[in-house]
Nanobody
Framework: VQLQASGGGLVQPGGSLRLSCVAS????????MGWFRQAPGKEREFVGG???????LYADSVKGRFTISRDNALNTVYLQMNSLKPEETAVYYC????????????????WGQGTLVTVSS
């Protein structure tokens, strides 16, 4: 499966942004989908994910502010980010795995190219 992430850009602190991840080649509902981010000089970290059954899982740092959803008809997974903070400036990646759960580590089989989110005034 090929993944294409988009929707990044410049947003002010406290603002919102929605990222999209379009999957081609396979039906996205057959995969657990994850979102990760990597800030400059830091390791890539888990943000959240959605399982094949539709259950979502989030890192503690984003709970209550970020929401992951999936549109099977469009083969797309979304990451809605609200109340963004400057320290959340990073390249955001989507990833896919056929595993029956949402891994929180980098054990995904497929990765998108990443989209840059900059939170700054």
């Amino acid at each position: 499966v090929q993944l294409q992430a988009s929707g990044g850009g410049l947003v002010q602190p406290g603002g919102s942004l929605r990222l999209s991840c379009v999957a081609s080649g396979r039906t996205v509902s057959n995969y657990a989908m994850g979102w990760f981010r990597q800030a400059p000089g830091k390791e890539r970290e888990f943000v959240g994910g959605i399982s094949r059954s539709g259950s979502s899982l989030y890192a503690d740092s984003v709970k209550g502010r970020f929401t992951i959803s999936r549109d099977n008809a469009l083969n797309t997974v979304y990451l809605q980010m609200n109340s963004l903070k400057p320290e959340e400036t990073a390249v955001y990646y989507c990833a896919a795995t056929p595993k029956p759960y949402v891994p929180t580590t980098l054990v995904y089989d497929y990765w998108g190219q990443g989209t840059l989110v900059t939170v700054s005034s």
